[in-house]
């Protein structure tokens, strides 16, 4: 025993040097080698450690008792699986744009801060949340986290948790939108390739349905291939006299374009095209989080941006707002996701082979996810500070040429000139990379940064476009098949008064609530294009906050599966995150709404724009449309803040009642059924 | 001896098993399985095709809430 602790010792105390290392290093150049052993380390630890004492512990995982996959086997969706498909499966779920854009966004506070609750926000409070729903799922026949709420809490508490997902479903969509849009807009070479993406997904549609059946793999090759072909095709359209005009977008068109394909995808029956695009997305996100991290390991590039920067103090340009509450805001996806506990009790439990997989899929599998974020960090850290803040900032804090823009920014102390910009833009193959707000555009410069570091120059525009056409696939996954989850939801909520909405496939139905649900999101999209603030200033912290708000229901649910389990003086497992998210959901959601600088509250703001409206700066059109978004925003705000409150309200008194033995709780677990596996 | 073990199982065999586990990442059902699941507890029930199956597995599988993260 003593001597099978001393590697995890010395891994534990690579760690802290590299911990040590990177904090002691302020004002040189570190690599970005420390980040990632810093992170490792603490994960391995992590991993080894405390996830054993929540498998063994806390939750008593039994491989002597049946899981679902094996009692309720059926072939379909109750498929015992092994341990690593299961995992990559599960890990492919999760991961998406948020990870990604998240931690390139917080990098305006400089490498640390986000590292820093990215790898502990992981370990003590994402991870849990994840392995906790997926064993608490995995114990109730695989049940959603709705459904949870609503047999562990109460009815009210389920209802809220469905609103509150459409709620959030609504600001994901609007933002990924809006990073997606940023990132294409004047960029003939990237819409050429993502419109491809729809032809190619149809024809592996057809392909898989008539041509031959249920051949996923094949089908899913043929698209990769015609992809990276689309891909390559890209440069001779961008450099066409013709083509390069017609695949000129500005951004209200493509807002205009997005929620058009939102709402055909919608529509149109899956096989056609969600699904082929979904498996597409599979393969190019495991392929390329592998090509990072290798490219990262091959080349460990040294991190030009500060570890901390200035703009702590709530003064930066991507967003306002101090470090805290806003950094823990701004990464959400990567430390701690709300979403995943959708996904933890949704096709994974239905699938694992014993309990004891639970752990690396829950835990390690968030514990990947975080590592990703870690990769992203350092992919927008390889830049330096001045291009990232060029690429970042709203235009109208810039100005509209390369020279205002760099003017600006050594007014912020970071040197870049316009010569360097116009040569950057002009290596990834483009005209400009200017206020590409978003984090999806300086993140694909950082990874082909990386990629043409580590697998050759010369191809530094394909790297970029492909990097860009890695994210801009898979949002545009996540808006197809979330407008179809809101759709569902809200036929479902519209049957409940008028019976004929409730039937899915219904035309007039389907695409009336089509149109309600890319209407809600397309608003806020627009909203978004035409903020002069930038829009990922206002949208990104809501969406933040919705989904903080999400993994405190998802805690709120864990907790209480513990104390119903007797097993309270655990309890703080799951409070202990769930205390820190409601500190900073609340008090960020309180500075939007109410904070007197105006580029940080949602009010402020309003009053600022109504003043010069009464002394005639501002058009009086566009004044009135932009304090309504503000109030709007407001009231958003609000409303999240609300039902977080008043669930956790919820919770508190249930678990009070219970631990005072006022009340008897009702085990929901499905009874023990010894498995029939050998062990 | 393990790298002999692996080297002897036919090729043909290590592809078939990459090609389901590459599916099962996905996401994918296995059309056999169910067939011999359905035959082996509920023999009244009628065997659906192949194409059925993939249908009602695609409805189940985008019409439950999300599957996906951010």
Request: proline share 5%; charged share 15%; net charge positive.
């Amino acid at each position: 025993m003593p001597l099978s602790i001393l590697p995890w010792l010395a891994l534990a105390l690579a760690g802290a040097v590299a911990w040590g290392t990177i904090a002691l290093h302020r004002g040189e150049t570190v690599s970005a080698a420390w980040l990632i052993l810093a992170a490792v380390g603490t994960y391995l630890v992590a991993y080894r450690f405390y996830s054993r004492f929540l498998a063994t512990r806390v939750f008593g995982l039994d491989d002597r008792r049946a899981t679902p996959a094996e009692r309720l086997e059926n072939g379909r969706d109750f498929v015992p699986t092994a341990k690593w498909v299961l995992f990559g499966h599960h890990f492919a779920a999760i991961a998406g744009a948020g990870p990604l854009v998240g931690p390139v966004l917080a990098a305006q506070f400089g490498y640390l801060p986000g590292t820093i609750w990215i790898v502990f926000g992981v370990v003590l409070a994402g991870a849990v949340q994840d392995f906790i729903i997926l064993f608490g799922s995995m114990r109730r026949d695989g049940r959603s986290l709705g459904q949870m709420a609503r047999d562990e809490i109460g009815p009210f508490t389920g209802t809220l948790t469905m609103a509150a997902i459409l709620a959030i479903m609504v600001i994901l969509l609007a933002v990924l939108a809006l990073v997606v849009v940023n990132a294409l807009r004047d960029s003939p070479w990237g819409v050429f390739t993502i419109a491809c993406t729809i032809p190619i997904a149809i024809l592996m549609g057809f392909w898989m349905r008539v041509i031959r059946p249920g051949r996923t793999i094949e089908a899913s090759l043929i698209g990769l291939t015609l992809l990276l072909l689309a891909l390559v095709a890209g440069r001779w359209v961008a450099t066409s006299p013709v083509l390069a005009p017609a695949f000129t977008l500005s951004a209200t068109a493509l807002a205009g374009w997005l929620m058009a394909y939102g709402f055909v995808a919608s529509v149109l029956p899956v096989w056609m095209l969600l699904a082929p695009r979904d498996y597409l997305s599979t393969f190019m996100k495991i392929g390329t989080i592998l090509l990072l991290a290798i490219g990262i390991m091959l080349v460990l590039p040294p991190l030009r941006l500060p570890a901390v920067t200035r703009f702590v103090d709530g003064t930066g340009p991507v967003f306002a707002g101090k470090l805290f509450p806003f950094c823990f805001i701004t990464i959400a996806c990567g430390a701690i996701s709300g979403f995943h506990a959708l996904v933890s009790s949704g096709t994974t439990p239905k699938m694992l082979r014993r309990e004891s997989d639970a752990r690396l899929i829950g835990y390690g599998g968030m514990v990947m996810e975080s590592f990703v974020a870690v990769m992203a960090m350092c992919a927008a850290a390889v830049l330096d500070p001045g291009v990232y803040f060029a690429v970042n900032a709203p235009l109208a804090t810039l100005g509209g040429s390369v020279e205002s823009a760099a003017q600006v920014i050594r007014g912020w102390g970071f040197a870049v000139t316009p010569e360097q910009m116009r040569a950057l833009a002009h290596s990834v193959g483009e005209t400009t990379v200017l206020a590409r707000t978003g984090g999806a555009p300086s993140l694909a410069i950082g990874m082909a940064h990386i990629f043409s570091r580590a697998f050759g120059d010369g191809l530094t525009p394909l790297w970029y476009h492909f990097a860009i056409l890695f994210e801009a696939l898979f949002i545009l996954t996540t808006l197809d098949a979330g407008t179809r989850v809101g759709r569902f939801m809200l036929q479902d909520l519209a049957g409940h008064a008028w019976k004929p909405m409730a039937r899915t496939s219904w035309y007039p139905s389907a695409i009336l609530s089509s149109a309600l649900v890319v209407g809600a999101w397309g608003y806020f999209l627009r909203q978004g294009v035409l903020d002069p603030l930038g829009g990922i200033n206002s949208l990104w912290p809501l969406f933040g906050i919705s989904n903080q708000l999400l993994a405190a229901v998802a805690l709120c649910v864990g907790t209480t599966i513990l104390i119903k389990a007797g097993k309270a003086r655990y309890a703080w497992v799951t409070l202990g995150p769930l205390a820190w998210l409601l500190a900073v959901t609340l008090t960020a959601g309180w500075q939007k709404i109410f904070a007197d600088d105006p580029r940080l509250g949602f009010l402020s703001h309003a009053r600022t724009v109504a003043a010069q409206m009464a002394a005639g700066t501002l058009d009086p059109a566009k004044g009135a449309r932009l304090v309504f978004n503000d109030r709007l925003d407001a009231v958003v705000a609000a409303i999240f803040m609300t039902v977080t409150v008043v669930l956790v309200a919820a919770c508190v008194r249930e678990w009070a009642l219970i631990l005072t033995r006022r009340k008897v709780p009702v085990a929901r677990e499905a009874p023990f059924v010894e498995t029939a596996y050998a062990s | 001896m393990r790298a002999d073990a692996a080297g002897g199982r036919a090729p043909a065999e290590w592809l078939r098993g990459a090609h389901a586990a590459l599916r099962r990442m996905l996401g994918m059902p296995d059309y056999t399985a169910h067939v011999a699941h359905l035959r082996a507890r509920h023999p009244d029930r009628p065997v659906p095709t192949e194409r059925e199956f993939c249908e009602e597995y695609l409805r189940t599988r985008y019409g439950n809430g999300p599957t996906r993260c951010c």
